[in-house]
């Protein structure tokens, strides 16, 4: 049995643990939720901050940053799940994909950028609003985490991405972001939009946020992610959530558990050389 596989089943097993019995007997489920922070590695004292959060936060930890291989095994010595944050287009340095390279270039920068991430366990795009729209290049890097047991959350920073939908596809488990807590980075808004992920929860089951090592949200997360089992949210580990979705989209993304994809039939070109 694969470590990916273990992963799982383990998962798994903590969502059974985390329902709770009606009065019938039957098994209900209380809203889940699941927060990665992103750009993680290039200020020591705010990645100690969310290290410290007393719960299952997902670190993204940019290949290209100063600190990244010591964060990520600081994360995973805590148990922190650790995800390689994927430099792509626009984001540019010597790890991003970028359209117009080789399949032979990008695979090379792949897993340099892995190498630099020690124990990432799975992977989400770092901008990458022009690459996870190419359906050549989302072809390509599936397959590629697929062999190497790692994950894939589609960060979706633009909305014509096929990312998930082609991780979909092949079976590869993924997931995809709901909520970016941050895009506005006052402290009134990232608590209006974790307020807004705490709905959607109760809504649709599930929610998958996004952050990052902002002060803002690090003083709303640390306000607020203690309260949650009050308000009768479970906040679990991505690959648990990963599990409890089962690869399906939500209504946002999809319709009957399926990615949308947009209306192109021609993938963005590139040039092999």
């Keep these: 049995m694969t470590c990916a596989a273990r992963a799982l ?3 798994f097993g903590l969502l059974l643990s985390l329902g709770s019995l009606a009065a019938d007997g039957s098994q209900t489920q209380r809203p889940r939720l699941s927060l990665i922070i ?6 020591p004292e705010r990645d100690r901050r969310v290290l410290e959060l007393s719960g299952p936060v997902a670190l993204a930890v940019l290949p290209d940053s100063l600190h990244a291989d010591e964060v990520a095994r600081a994360a995973s010595r805590a148990g922190k799940t650790v995800l390689l944050h994927m430099p792509m287009a626009p984001a540019d340095g010597p790890y991003a994909w970028r359209p117009g390279r080789p399949q032979e270039e990008l695979q090379a920068r792949l897993k340099a950028a892995l190498a630099r991430v020690p124990h990432a366990r799975g992977l989400n795009n770092h901008m990458g609003s022009q690459m996870t729209a190419d359906p050549q290049a989302m072809a390509w890097l599936m397959p590629e985490l697929q062999q190497r047991h790692l994950f894939f959350v589609d960060s979706r920073t633009n909305a014509a991405t096929v990312a998930a939908a082609e991780a979909q596809r092949i079976g590869l488990a993924s997931l995809s972001r709901d909520v970016f807590l941050d895009h506005d980075q006052s402290l009134q808004a990232v608590a209006r939009e ?3 992920a705490v709905k959607l929860a109760r ?3 599930s929610v ?6 902002h002060l803002n ?3 709303v997360l640390e306000r607020e992610l203690p309260n949650l089992a009050e308000q009768g949210i479970d906040w679990i580990d991505v690959p648990a959530m990963i599990a409890l979705r089962g690869n399906r989209a939500m209504a946002a993304h999809g319709k009957n558990g399926v990615y949308r994809t947009p209306p192109q039939t021609q993938p963005v070109a590139h040039t092999l050389r």
Excluded: C, K, S
């Design 203 to 205: 809504r649709q089951g």
């Design 208 to 213: 998958v946020m996004i952050g990052h090592p």
């Design 38 to 43: 992103d750009d993680i590695g290039n200020n």
């Design 9 to 11: 089943i383990g998962a």
């Design 194 to 196: 974790f307020e807004r």
């Design 217 to 219: 949200t690090l003083a």
